[in-house]
């Protein structure tokens, strides 16, 4: 069994700072992709920013310059910088990460329950 788990979310003024992170536990034997993603009522979610297991990273136009995402594969970890924060980043935000379990030859998809960011005065 594999879980993953946001943490960090809350509320912040606009221009203010946000770190959140991800953390995977359980039967892991590696990690691909690990992605961060965020959805408000009625919309779709959206990706936000994506890292690779060897640490190349991706962010959505919306976003770029202002969050940075990373990752401690030692620890099966990975974080959201946000910087500079406006209204319009209000949403929860899902982690995802792309998981093989221990004696597994296939790679599957696992979400956490999400993290509400609002930034508001």
């Known amino acids: 069994q594999v879980e993953v788990v946001e943490s960090g979310g809350g509320l912040v003024q606009p221009g203010g700072s946000l770190r959140l992170s991800c953390a995977a536990s359980g039967n892991i034997g590696s990690i691909n992709d690990m992605d961060w993603y965020r959805q408000t009522p009625g919309n779709q979610r959206e990706l936000v920013a994506s890292?690779?297991?060897?640490?190349?990273?991706h962010y959505a136009d919306s976003v770029k310059g202002r969050f940075t995402i990373s990752r401690d594969n030692s620890a099966d970890m990975a974080y959201l910088d946000m910087k500079h924060l406006k209204p319009e980043d209000t949403a929860v935000y899902y982690c995802?990460?792309?998981?093989?379990?221990?004696?597994?030859?296939?790679?599957?998809?696992?979400w956490g329950q999400g993290t509400q960011v609002t930034v508001s005065s």
């Open positions: 890292i690779t297991m060897s640490g190349s990273a």
């Open positions: 995802s990460a792309h998981i093989r379990q221990l004696s597994a030859f296939d790679f599957h998809t696992y």
